[in-house]
T-cell receptor
């Protein structure tokens, strides 16, 4: 079903490092959002971008930041990685407010 | 923030049985979706249903926005229905909150 692709699929980083996760959305999907899902938990909303501007944010610190590009791709950047940042990171996009989100398969980040 | 509670948290069914999953939310929302998360973590969109009733094969969903709840019905369950079911709501403040999830196991 999904036209949303994420890379890489798995990643191991060291505490204190920085990481960039990438997402490529379906053409025409102007809204993209990112989520963190810890093991055994539901996904937690990080932020949402609409036409390259952040227009919604969850309860995450500023070291979680993002970018959305005109070609429907986006990035999630996390600085100063902590052990608790180990999780599955999901990207989702949609075509307008009256449509549902389509999710990618996620990037599994392990911080050691 | 908005609270999104799902019940039951865990459900074990015999293959062929029917079930109803419930999602309650504490405030007004712009829309609501139901997802099935498979064992590999992929979230599959089942329904986009801000209000009313929709059906897709053995699955159907009803959202009563004025009473702040949604129901997902699974009929004639199959082992492939196993996994975690989430509802998620979009708030007027452009935030997207997932529910607590229902873990479904269908046994042959």
């Amino acid at each position: 079903e999904t036209g949303v692709t994420q890379s890489p699929t798995h990643l191991i980083k060291t505490r204190g490092q920085q990481v960039t996760l990438r997402c490529s959305s379906q053409s025409g999907h102007n809204t993209v959002s990112w989520y963190q899902q810890a093991l055994g938990q539901g996904p937690q909303f990080i932020f949402q971008y609409y036409r390259e501007e952040e227009n919604g944010r969850g309860n995450f610190p500023p070291r979680f930041s993002g970018l959305q590009f005109p070609n429907y791709s986006s990035e999630l950047n996390v600085n100063a990685l902590e052990l608790d940042d180990s999780a599955l990171y999901l990207c989702a996009s949609r075509d307008g407010i009256n449509y549902g989100y389509t999710f990618g398969s996620g990037t599994r980040l392990t911080v050691v | 923030g908005i609270q999104v509670e799902q019940s039951p948290p865990d459900l074990i069914l015999q293959e062929g049985a029917n079930s109803t999953l419930r999602c309650n939310f504490s405030d007004s929302v712009n829309n609501l979706q139901w997802f099935h998360q498979n064992p590999w973590g992929q979230l599959i969109n089942l329904f986009y249903i801000p209000s009313g009733t929709k059906q897709n094969g053995r699955l159907s969903a009803t959202t009563v926005a004025t009473e702040r709840y949604s129901l997902l019905y699974i009929s004639s369950s199959q082992t492939t229905d196993s996994g975690v079911y989430f509802c998620a709501v979009n708030t007027p403040g452009n935030q997207f909150y997932f529910g607590t999830g229902t873990s479904l196991t269908v046994i042959p």
